[in-house]
């Protein structure tokens, strides 16, 4: 017997293979972006069109989680707006996101997981090369990192517990599951992943180790 939730399920999945499969590809070709358009030195803005995920505990590739239609270039300075923040890292590009007006990112008591609320409030995706971000951070003041804390966990350990403990003492920025970290692991733990030699300088990592 199928079951209301079943339903849903194979409506969900049905929605997505059209969305992505048909028609994003017809807005591609129609908007672009032409490879004359992807400027080295800018960052590709997109619309958001819809949301397209069809559950939001599934990992896609990001740009597939939305409905997108090329808008316009535009100079690596937006990406310094406040409502503008990184939301993961493919195997080519930077893909950042600039959220809905009066969305507080970084409120655990509304919004528990970082990668959650960026998907909902997101209006524009925006994304750039992994050299033209490096170029970018190079005219930003260096930071050492030692005010950043990283805490590794497995799943169902207590570590959004402790997350939203830390976040109410009003001493921490918290992000709780942050895609980018996500995104990275992942590549760098699939099997026969090599990251190309500019990307290795600027991280620090040897992978002949």
């Given at each position: 017997?199928?079951?209301?939730?079943?339903?849903?399920?194979l409506?969900?999945?049905?929605y997505?293979?059209?969305?992505?499969?048909v028609?994003?590809p017809?807005?591609?070709?129609?908007f672009?972006?032409?490879i004359?358009?992807?400027?080295k030195?800018?960052?590709?803005s997109?619309?958001i069109?819809?949301?397209?995920k069809?559950f939001?505990?599934?990992?896609?590739?990001?740009?597939?989680?939305?409905?997108?239609?090329?808008?316009?270039?535009?100079?690596l300075?937006?990406?310094?707006?406040e409502?503008?923040?990184?939301y993961a890292?493919s195997?080519?590009?930077?893909i950042?996101?600039?959220?809905k007006p009066?969305v507080?990112?970084?409120?655990?008591?509304?919004?528990?997981?970082?990668?959650?609320?960026q998907?909902?409030?997101?209006?524009?995706?925006?994304?750039a090369?992994?050299?033209t971000?490096?170029?970018?951070?190079?005219?930003?003041?260096?930071r050492?990192?030692?005010?950043?804390?990283?805490v590794?966990n497995h799943?169902r350990?207590?570590?959004t517990?402790?997350?939203t403990?830390?976040?109410?003492?009003n001493?921490?920025?918290?992000?709780?599951?942050p895609?980018?970290?996500?995104?990275?692991s992942l590549?760098?733990?699939?099997?026969?992943?090599?990251?190309?030699?500019?990307?290795q300088?600027?991280?620090?990592v040897?992978q002949?180790?």
């Amino acid at each position: 017997m199928i079951v209301l939730e079943d339903v849903y399920t194979l409506l969900a999945s049905a929605y997505y293979l059209l969305a992505s499969g048909v028609v994003q590809p017809i807005l591609n070709s129609l908007f672009g972006p032409r490879i004359s358009e992807r400027c080295k030195t800018n960052i590709c803005s997109f619309t958001i069109l819809a949301d397209i995920k069809p559950f939001h505990a599934i990992h896609l590739r990001e740009k597939q989680s939305f409905l997108l239609k090329f808008c316009e270039t535009k100079d690596l300075a937006y990406l310094d707006r406040e409502d503008v923040t990184l939301y993961a890292v493919s195997e080519e590009e930077f893909i950042f996101v600039r959220t809905k007006p009066g969305v507080d990112l970084y409120n655990m008591e509304e919004h528990p997981f970082l990668y959650e609320i960026q998907h909902l409030s997101a209006v524009e995706l925006l994304t750039a090369s992994h050299s033209t971000i490096f170029e970018y951070l190079k005219s930003k003041p260096v930071r050492d990192g030692s005010n950043i804390s990283y805490v590794h966990n497995h799943g169902r350990c207590g570590s959004t517990l402790i997350a939203t403990m830390m976040f109410k003492t009003n001493k921490f920025i918290v992000q709780s599951e942050p895609n980018p970290i996500l995104s990275l692991s992942l590549m760098f733990n699939r099997q026969g992943f090599v990251v190309n030699r500019k990307t290795q300088k600027y991280l620090g990592v040897d992978q002949g180790m």
